[in-house]
């Protein structure tokens, strides 16, 4: 067992936009143990989403004090007297909201990786102003049960080619 093509593993899942669907496929398909790579697609995956959710309060802080400070520097000139734009919403954004008017949180975490991305769904999640611990939570759950889904998928799936050539 070479250690470091797992530790590239969870690097490539740890990686946003490179979900549990594709690290786990790929790396079981080049013979890796199926099990230490579900589990370091599972760690890599999930402590990012961890740390996005310790750290989006502050964030969310940091950017309502710079917007403030940026529109105080402005007072007087005509830009901050023009009404702002609403922002535009990416098709994933929607996808993701519409999930969330459906399903709340459990749906929109469960549907993530293949839909939005789970670190991508765990910042709407909190801009939707769910509890950071229900969001860790439900995070936590849906990417054990895709990484396990996929292994197993992965495994089996590889076997039936094996067998047919």
């Given at each position: 067992m070479n250690i470091w093509e797992y530790i590239l593993v969870f690097i490539m899942a740890a990686t946003p936009w490179i979900e549990v669907l594709v690290v786990i496929p790929v790396a079981i398909a080049s013979g890796l143990s199926p099990f230490w790579v579900v589990m370091a697609a599972f760690v890599g995956n999930v402590i990012p989403v961890w740390i996005i959710i310790a750290i989006y309060e502050k964030w969310e802080i940091w950017q309502s004090q710079r917007k403030s400070r940026k529109s105080e520097g402005e007072k007087g000139s005509y830009d901050s007297q023009v009404e702002e734009q609403p922002k535009k919403i990416s098709k994933r954004g929607n996808r993701a909201r519409k999930i969330w008017n459906r399903y709340g949180l459990p749906g929109l975490a469960l549907?993530?990786?293949?839909?939005?991305?789970?670190?991508?769904?765990?910042?709407?999640?909190?801009?939707?102003?769910?509890?950071?611990?229900?969001?860790?939570?439900?995070?936590?759950?849906?990417?054990?049960?895709?990484?396990?889904?996929?292994?197993i998928i992965s495994f089996y799936g590889l076997s039936l080619f094996k067998g047919q050539a």
């Open positions: 549907l993530a990786p293949a839909i939005t991305g789970i670190h991508l769904a765990a910042v709407m999640a909190l801009a939707f102003k769910s509890p950071k611990r229900s969001t860790a939570i439900w995070m936590t759950i849906s990417l054990a049960v895709w990484s396990i889904g996929m292994g």
